[in-house]
């Protein structure tokens, strides 16, 4: 179970650094006990971790911010109803060697949205993700291969290397858990859960 202490770790990756949204700009501590922040690309949620007050604190300072944040329910609600497909990737040495392959890929990926190309083969039961060009064209000469279980339609969706690595690296932590994917088409948010953790990736439109 990932814990409030080990989240902070975390959370700077997830707080939105462009202050375009105050609420953004911190962790939001719900009373039902579960926490969460965005960075209005990516949204993670903590279920059963702190026993607060409800309030946002910012993660860097520890100071409280007063904002009212989105409602994280209703959203969550409306993306699943566009999810119909779902993965299990083992959280094994596998997803290990994976985690580095995407931390290589980051430090590689020189386009501005650093954007990705991730493609999910139900035949080869393995997730492969190439960089793509400005041009938006595969490379084809760096690909990094997850297998998975599970009965899924072929999809191709394309999202930024660095938020999946973050989200990877965050719920790698939760060591007993497998890492649940549910997806849909190629504009809906793509969901990846362990334990106690919940987190939700925006892909890019890419043309």
């Known amino acids: 179970m990932l ?3 080990k989240f902070i770790k975390h959370a700077k990756n997830f707080v939105d650094k462009t202050k375009a ?10 009373e039902d006990g579960s926490l969460a922040c965005s960075n209005n690309c ?10 607060r007050q409800e309030v946002i604190i910012d993660p ?10 989105p409602d994280v329910k209703k959203t969550l609600s409306s993306v699943a109803q566009q999810q119909d497909e779902q993965l299990v990737i083992k959280n094994d040495t596998n997803l ?16 501005n949205n650093k954007a990705v190309m991730l ?6 039961k393995t997730i492969t993700i190439n960089r793509l060009s400005n041009k938006n064209e595969k490379d084809p000469f760096f690909t990094i291969c997850m297998p998975f279980e599970g009965e899924v ?11 999946l690595l973050d989200v990877f690296k965050l719920l790698a932590v939760n060591k007993e858990e497998d890492v ?12 990846l859960t362990a334990g106690n953790a919940f987190t939700l990736v925006t892909p890019l439109k890419v043309w």
């Open 3 to 5: 814990n409030e202490f």
């Open 42 to 51: 990516v949204l993670v949620v903590l279920k059963d971790v702190h026993n």
């Open 96 to 111: 290990r060697c994976f985690i580095d392959s995407l931390e290589f890929l980051n430090k590689t990926t020189k386009t």
């Open 119 to 124: 493609k999910i083969s139900n035949k080869a």
């Open 180 to 191: 649940l994917v549910e997806f849909g088409g190629i504009f809906v948010p793509m969901s």
């Open 21 to 30: 949204i105050k609420a953004l700009t911190g962790i939001y501590y719900a």
């Open 60 to 69: 860097a300072t520890g100071e409280v911010i007063d904002s009212d944040f």
């Open 153 to 163: 339609k072929d999809a191709t969706l394309h999202f930024n290397v660095r938020y």
